[in-house]
Structures are given as structure tokens and as C-alpha cells.
């Protein structure tokens, strides 16, 4: 991530972020009772639980864990933790299944509005408007010290089905030590959606939606006193739910009676506008409620902040073995995930189970704008429509007061505005026309079909009315669409390919715990990788650069370092080979630097000769490979990186977090500059040799490792204040 929400979790596709201690504590209690190694499953397994117990999918968690981790105990375990407890820091955030998630992450955190570049703004759309969804909810002070909120929080946060659709949006919330007003309408125990609320999606009497929370509680006033107390036959009905753990969900324990609370009477009479914003949405209007002690508290109407990304579909189907057997990708916006809206498409079932059996990344990449297609089909606002492309001469001004029809008689000195008063031109007398106001309109264009297709694919994903015109005026709408379907695009064929061309390597790493730690076994991993090179080196090459680019996080901290050195050692060796350099550049095109700000997906980098001197790093987790024959000054920042060092001879100083050096045969002479004052651990590994081949010398507070004409110096860590542990690891 590269935002600095303060909810931020720090997670990049393919490498652990943070491992949730509440979660380490669950699986090896079970371990520790065993007293021995248990073997957890393989690394695949791992991968899905942290998935699955990300989005409170407790039933997948403990079938990926093994049938011996669910048990009645760890059950008991989970069950009071609820689902914040657990997820709230980040559980193993892996790369399986999180490209997509973190693709939705990123988009909220530069704008409040994510979906605000794909809406046209006013001036650009001159007969059509726009409003911000907001959902308003009445909020309850109950401890008197003012009405509590919380801001969204995507699927870390309250989700909650706000217009009775089956699906659950990520929204504003109310803060746990105060209430939301609720009426168990069908009887069922629960507060279900927004029907049992009281805001925009209340029913009145009369069948027509409520404006607002305050005009739905207005309309239980029978007498019509601007009081809702006994007198009024509802009263008796109301509710107030105080959502203990802000899950969005309603429990039994959470919901209580007015007359539980102390409630006698909620006084409309004196209520006030205040417009006033606060965490999570805008307290839009203000009442007050009486208790029966006398004391006053204050009632709130406050519009929630929607969130049409992350999104959690309630009414699921089962699945039959055969979509089972399918790869898994977490919905988003009105797509449910891939697998239930496979159960309801046979287009896109069928599509889903040719991508899982191609055996080439060419033949995936020919399928995804196909399966895309088919999912966002899906959509229950699909519709086979066409998308007019608006331009400049579009758009048709008329004189202010005047009809679009009628644009005779203008004159210099009347102002022009478009259909929706928006813009307004002065002309001084005899001044002409700017050359980009039309009188006379010609029809839009039509989107072609492909654009068409890709446009839809966005507007599900981000849960934002279906697009009718794409307008290029002041900004091109059109690159918007593009740029981001093709990013979620590469990021899903990325999030398949864990699934089906890597799923035997990562199925090949077996994962044990004794109860205090987790071990990685990469024997059957590695002698897949390495039969695979002497038959199909090329093949090879692309599976390690996928492996690394996806799971680089798990290699690393598993143990298996070794493979950032194979990649550079099979890189340049294939490279040599004149008629293979050209398809592999081709190939690390993605990793290699070419960028103006040197950022790359995953924080991956590949540096070579051509590069600059110095490289600076992003504030996360990168993986920083020097591809590069001439020296290199790598500065990792904050993060847990891991910096392999090239041939020549290179500067690495990898900053705050736990960092990794890899050094395979011919390092050079290197210098390594760690924060030696931090906590925790950098890792030093040596992949030419065993401990016996290496030399170790004092030069005042540095350390000099010598292997031949290798040479490192680890600056700084024989200083009497340093706090920081070095390890290191040699040979393989």
C-alpha cells in the first residue's frame, strides 16, 4: 500500500505483511497440546486460511488449516473474538487471493469519493446531475458523552446491507458505546438491512420510502405531538442496537428495549439542522430523547458514507464439486465472488474452467477480457446498452432561460449557460463566440464494442450506476475506464495464477508448527523448480520470476532465500544466450526499473546497469534485486525488505523493519548500513558457501565478512549500543 491511512495495513501482493498473534495463538494451541510437529498442510493451505480468515470465512478457514485444526475447542476459541479482533491488524497476508483486495485498498486512499474520476463532473455533463450516496440512520447517545461514529473501513469495518439488496457494503458506523434506533420489522430477531433502520430505506405508512431517519420516526407519531413515547402503538417495538464489536452484524446480547435502557420518550419537537462532519459520514439533523431519570440525550440523523467497492453478497448458493474445483477470486462492487457467480452462469463456469485447465500464460492472457466479460454479466444491473461518447461539439449552450431547442437571436452580451445552469460565459459587445461553444449540437459517438465491454466490467467492480456517457471534454473519461480495467486486469490473471500454472510448486511446500513456530519444508518445491530448468529452462525462469513476484514474502520468510539467487543466476545465464535475451528482458519487464518514479507493481525491483547510481525505495515492503554488473546504492526505507546484491560493488542500507540481504557467489565488496538501534532482526544470507568458507574480522564497530575476494562490511554492529540482532545463514 501506498497511502498513509492511519487504518492502513501494510500488505503487497505475495508477501506476508504481519501475522496476527491471535491468530499464531489459535493454531498452535492445538499444536502444543499434541506436543509435536503437526503438519498444518502446504503452503497453498496457509495462503487461503489467511485469505478466508481475512473475510471472516470461518468454515473455509478451518478446512484449509486441516481437519485436525477444527475442532470444538478452536471453535470456542474464534467464536468470542469476532471477526475485528482477528483481522484487525492482518492475519497472513499473503498474495493468494489479496491482488484484487489490495487493488480495492489502494483506490480508497488518495480520494474519500474512489468513484469520483468515473462520474463526468458538472461542467462536463451539462444535462445531468450527481450526488453522493450517503445512507442516514438515527444514532442514540447512550453514555451522554456525545453521538459516536466510526469511519468505513472496508472489509476490516462494519458491513451492512443498507437497501435490502443481499449485499453488504462497507459503510459508516455507529461507535460500540452508543446505539443505532431499529425496528425488528419481519420479527425474525435480527435487524436484517436498512428496511429496520430508520433512514432513507424505511417505508412509511404510505408505501413510499422515508427522506430521512428523522421523517421515518416522525411517522410513527400516532397523535402527532412531535413525541414518540407509549401513546404511540410503536413505540413499544423500538429498539436500540449497540453493536458491541461494530461487525455490522446483530447479535442477540446487542439488542435491547427502550424500556431496558430507561428510555421513556423521544422528543422531536426541538429538532435542529447541524450538518456537522464527523468520522464516517454527516450528523445531518439533531433531536433529543428522555430518560426516565430525567436526563436529556441527544438523537442523531447522521448520513453513513457508502462504500460501493467493498462489498460482501449475502445470499449465497451452494457450490456444486465441479465450480469447487474452479479457481477462487473475492467479489467486489455488485460482482458476487467468481465461484457463486459461476453457479449462475454456465457462460461464465465454462470460460472459468478452460482458464484453469490452460496450461501457458499466452493462453490465460486470450481468455481474460472473455472471462471478465462473462462475470461482470453478472452484474444485476447489466444491460446490453450502448455508451455514447461525448465531446466538445456534443454538447449544445443556449442562452440562459432560453429551451435547447430554441438558440435563434443570441447576442453578444447574454450569458450562456448549458441546460443545468453550470457555466456561465460574459461577452463583451461585438466579442465573438469561443471557438468551443456550439449552437448547433452534432450526435455523440458510439463506444465500440470492446470499450463498451471494459466500462462495465468497472462499473460493477466499483458498484456505481451504469455508465451511459463517457465524456471527453476537460479530461478523457475513456483513459480513466482503461487504465483501470487493465490494472484490475493484470492484477486478476496475477491472482490466478497462484491457482492454476504455480498451484503445484506452492502445493510442493509443506508447513509444520510445534506450537512455538511455523517450518516451510521447499524440498519437493525445490527439486520440482530445479527438474524443471534442465528440461524447460525458459519455463523455469518465468515460474521462479511468478514465484517471487507473488510470494516472495513466503520464500523469504519460510527460509528459502535461495530463490532471489537462482532467479539472478538463471537470468544471466539464459541472457547470454543471444537468440534468449530479448524474450527474457521481455520477460522482466515488469520488474525492471523504467519509470520516471521507479515504482512497480508489488514493490519488486529489478536494477540493472542502465539504471541510475542510487536507488530509493518506497516506504513498504520491496524486494530490490541488483541485476548489475557496475555498483549500486540501494536505500530500502521503512519496510521489511529484501535486497539481493549484484556483482558489483554495492551500498545497501535496508532502514526501519526486518530486513533481508542475500549475497550469492561473486558479491563483490559491499557495504551493508543497518538501523542498528531498531528492534528485532536483519538477516544476512550467503548462498556461495558454507560457514567454513568465510572469514570474520573487527574493524572497530564494524563487522568484515570475507569470503575470497568477497568482502562485507556491516557497519555499525560491534557499537555497545546497538539493540538490533544480526543472523546469518550460509549455504543452502
Known amino acids: 500500500m501506498t497511502c498513509n491511512n492511519k487504518h492502513d495495513i501494510p500488505e503487497y501482493v505475495g508477501a506476508m505483511a504481519e501475522v496476527n498473534d491471535t491468530f499464531k495463538d489459535i493454531i498452535f494451541k492445538q499444536a502444543n497440546a499434541e506436543g509435536k510437529f503437526l503438519k498444518l498442510g502446504s503452503a497453498l493451505n496457509v495462503l487461503q486460511a489467511g485469505v478466508h480468515a481475512k473475510h471472516g470465512e470461518w468454515e473455509n478457514f478451518f478446512q484449509d488449516i486441516g481437519v485436525w485444526a477444527a475442532t470444538a475447542a478452536l471453535s470456542a476459541a474464534i467464536a468470542p473474538m469476532g471477526i475485528p479482533a482477528i483481522i484487525g491488524t492482518a492475519v497472513l497476508s ?46 442514540l447517545d447512550l453514555d451522554g458523552n456525545g453521538v459516536g461514529t466510526a469511519s468505513k473501513f472496508g472489509y476490516h469495518g462494519a458491513m451492512f446491507d443498507h437497501d435490502g439488496d443481499g449485499v453488504a457494503t462497507a459503510t459508516g458506523w455507529v461507535d460500540k458505546s452508543d446505539g443505532l434506533l431499529v425496528r425488528d420489522v419481519n420479527g425474525d430477531g435480527k435487524i436484517n438491512d436498512g428496511s429496520e433502520l430508520f433512514g432513507d430505506n424505511t417505508h412509511l405508512a404510505n408505501g413510499e420510502l422515508a427522506t430521512s431517519g428523522i421523517e421515518a420516526l416522525r411517522d410513527l407519531d400516532d397523535n402527532g405531538d412531535g413525541v414518540i413515547d407509549a401513546n404511540d402503538k410503536a413505540f413499544a417495538q423500538l429498539k436500540v442496537w449497540q453493536d458491541k464489536n461494530g461487525d455490522g452484524i446483530s447479535s442477540d446480547d446487542e439488542l435491547m428495549s427502550l424500556a431496558e435502557l430507561g428510555i421513556e420518550k423521544i422528543d422531536l419537537n426541538n429538532k435542529e439542522t447541524v450538518n456537522k462532519e464527523v468520522d464516517g459520514g454527516i450528523i445531518k439533523e439533531q433531536a433529543t430523547f428522555i430518560k426516565t431519570d430525567g436526563s436529556i440525550h441527544t438523537l442523531a440523523d447522521v448520513n453513513f458514507d457508502a462504500d460501493s467497492i467493498h462489498t460482501r453478497h449475502l445470499n449465497k448458493v451452494e457450490l456444486s464439486d465441479e465450480v469447487k474445483a474452479l479457481p477462487g477470486v473475492y467479489g467486489m462492487g455488485r460482482l458476487a465472488d467468481i465461484q457463486q457467480a459461476a453457479m449462475k452462469s454456465d457462460e461464465l463456469a465454462d470460460i472459468l474452467e478452460r482458464y484453469s485447465k490452460a496450461t501457458t500464460r499466452v493462453a490465460q492472457k486470450a481468455l481474460l477480457d472473455d472471462l471478465m466479460l462473462a462475470w461482470a454479466k453478472t452484474d444485476v444491473l447489466y444491460a446490453d446498452t450502448d455508451i455514447k461518447i461525448m465531446k466538445q461539439e456534443n454538447i449544445r449552450w443556449v442562452e440562459a432561460g432560453q429551451n435547447s431547442s430554441d438558440v435563434s437571436n443570441m447576442t453578444a452580451g447574454s450569458p450562456l449557460t448549458s441546460n443545468a445552469p453550470v457555466r456561465t460565459i460574459w461577452l463583451r459587445p461585438g466579442e465573438t463566440l469561443p471557438n468551443y461553444i456550439n449552437t448547433d449540437s452534432v450526435p455523440p459517438a458510439i463506444a465500440d464494442t470492446a470499450l463498451e465491454n471494459k466500462v462495465k466490467f468497472v462499473d460493477a467492480i466499483l458498484g456505481i450506476a451504469p455508465t451511459e456517457y463517457l465524456y471527453e471534454i476537460n479530461r478523457s473519461q475513456t483513459k480513466i475506464f482503461e487504465d483501470k480495467y487493465n490494472e484490475v486486469k493484470d492484477r486478476l490473471y496475477h491472482n490466478l495464477l497462484n491457482q492454476t500454472i504455480l498451484k503445484p510448486y506452492l502445493e510442493a511446500i509443506d508447513v509444520y508448527t510445534n506450537g512455538k513456530e511455523m517450518v516451510m519444508d521447499f524440498g519437493k518445491f525445490e527439486e520440482m523448480l530445479l527438474s524443471k530448468y534442465q528440461t524447460r529452462p525458459l519455463e523455469a525462469l518465468e515460474d521462479l520470476k511468478d514465484l517471487i513476484k507473488l510470494n516472495g514474502g513466503v520464500l523469504e520468510v519460510g527460509g528459502y532465500e535461495k530463490a532471489f539467487a537462482l532467479l539472478q543466476e538463471w537470468r544471466d545465464e539464459l541472457s547470454e544466450k543471444y537468440s534468449l535475451k530479448e524474450y527474457v528482458d521481455k520477460m522482466f519487464a515488469d520488474f525492471d526499473v523504467v519509470n520516471a518514479d521507479k515504482s512497480k507493481l508489488n514493490n519488486i525491483i529489478s536494477l540493472d546497469d542502465k539504471d541510475d547510481k542510487t536507488y530509493n525505495a518506497n516506504a513498504s515492503n520491496d524486494i530490490i534485486m ?3 554488473k557496475t555498483g549500486k546504492t540501494v536505500h530500502g526505507g521503512v519496510g521489511d525488505d529484501v535486497i539481493v546484491s549484484g556483482a558489483g560493488d554495492d551500498y545497501l542500507s535496508g532502514g526501519d523493519g526486518r530486513n533481508t540481504y542475500v549475497f550469492s557467489k561473486n558479491w563483490g565488496k559491499d557495504f551493508v548500513h543497518y538501523d542498528n538501534t531498531g528492534d528485532g532482526y536483519d538477516k544476512l544470507v550467503f548462498t556461495g558457501g558454507n560457514h567454513a568458507d568465510f572469514d570474520f574480522y573487527r574493524q572497530n564497530s564494524n563487522l568484515i565478512v570475507k569470503s575470497g575476494d568477497n568482502q562485507l562490511t556491516l557497519l555499525g554492529v560491534m557499537d555497545a549500543h546497538s539493540t538490533k540482532e544480526v543472523y546469518f545463514k550460509f549455504g543452502f
Open 94 to 139: 499473503f498474495g493468494f487471493g489479496l491482488s484484487l483486495n489490495y487493488m480495492i485498498d489502494k483506490l480508497q486512499c488518495p480520494d474519500p469519493d474512489p468513484t469520483e474520476p468515473y462520474r463526468p463532473r458538472p461542467d462536463e455533463s451539462p444535462t445531468q446531475g450527481y450526488i453522493k450516496k450517503y445512507y442516514d440512520p438515527i444514532i
Open 626 to 628: 541488483i541485476n548489475a
